[in-house]
């Protein structure tokens, strides 16, 4: 078999010569020099910080609450897992939108990881299991998580358009998880609500929700015939 | 005789796949890989000679991971322009100094993916990805043109045929597969070693296998 496929590897394709001229005078008019991508550690640094400034200006305008709440050690196992979390999925991100890159996750198990990540410390940090207006105050607090995403997912889109997406959906869901985890840092900071099954359920929320919006979109986008490639 | 050739290499293969296939390759760049990496970075740089020099190089490679896709050289015409053309198009994304082909196959991949997509929707008859394709019967006289790669793969699930291709065909390792199909190398190697399994038993079946060896003679 090992002889059949090499024997295979070694019989030239033929391509017919007019098509490769086909394809030589369809790329020469256009060929102009391009910059590189920028490496992607300075794309992952610009996503981190464009999460964590939405975080912080929202808390900043809403009110630091919920941080000068919680202990310091809560404080530093919440947003040390908070920025474990935007930093992998940043990373995440960005080899979405580099073709050939190597990847430690699916899209999938990367989103996953970050939702186990977040209900793992969460349940360990809160055991007040007491509920008071949960569904008013839970809707009151995705939606806040949720406003906050959207700026970040734009601007994170913005940072990424010279990228090409392999998998638009994948990225799409990747991003929107980003997005998502800069609503929920913003909760953390903002929100002086801390029984346990508002923050598992309703904090938690922002990013499968938000994921599947980034998703939803990429793949309309997609499916558009309107080109949307870059150029 | 052919047979006794083929099955130990089956068998081979199967533990190569098993411990990491050219995991040298991962570390040491070949002479072409670093020509390729020229070739697309001079490309980057507007120079018509380098894209020219890309497109007679990789065309063939392109045009033959495509046949054995679809089994068809006129999508095959048709795929190639178009990718490209998506690669003229995401030449930036290119990042000097890192392995091409797995950056040019990532891009084909796309191209056939969406080929899928629109042909699903053309047809209305959605196939999903890694559908096993109808068993086409093999004949002799096709076995003795064995080079027509994809005669010899089609039986083969899509996403195991992409892999088998790019790893024994077009020697890529598989961290460069891995990175092409956006998925782990073990991943790769799973697909890799169960592509080989099926491809074993088609032998078997056809008469090709163990206590036959005659009949292929």
Known sequence: MDEILKHGARTQERVSPELLDR????VGPSLEPVRPLPPPWAIEVALVAI????????????GFDGFLGLSVSYRVIIFCGLAVLIFLAASEWVSENIPGRRRRFTAGAAVAVTIAGMLAVFGILFRDYHTTRFLHAGVACLGFGLLHAIPAAFLGWLVLRRGFAVNAVTAGLVGGALAGLAGVTMLELHCPNFQALHILIWHTAVVPVSAAVGALLAWMRDESPIPNRPT | MATQLLLPTIDSFSRFAECGYNRARRFAPMASDIDLE???VRYQQGDLAAANSLIQGMSPRLHRFFVVQFSSREHADDLLQEVWLRIHKARHTYRPGEPVLPWLYAIARNIRVDHYRKSARTTGQEQPLDETPEAETITTAE????????VLLAPLPKSQ????????????SLEEVARATSSS?????????RGYEKLRERLTMLGLGKGKVGELQ
Not at chain 1, 54 to 60: C, D, F, K, S, V
Not at chain 2, 185 to 193: L, R
């Open chain 2, 143 to 150: 076995i003795e043109r064995i080079p027509e790669l994809d």
């Open chain 2, 161 to 172: 045929r992409e892999v088998i291709t790019m790893l024994k065909v077009e020697g890529m």
């Open chain 2, 185 to 193: 190398i073990g991943s790769v190697k799973q697909k890799a070693h």
């Open chain 1, 23 to 26: 394809i030589a005078a369809s």
């Open chain 2, 38 to 40: 020229n070739l697309m």
């Open chain 1, 51 to 62: 999460a964590t400034a939405i975080a912080l200006a929202g808390a900043a305008k809403a």
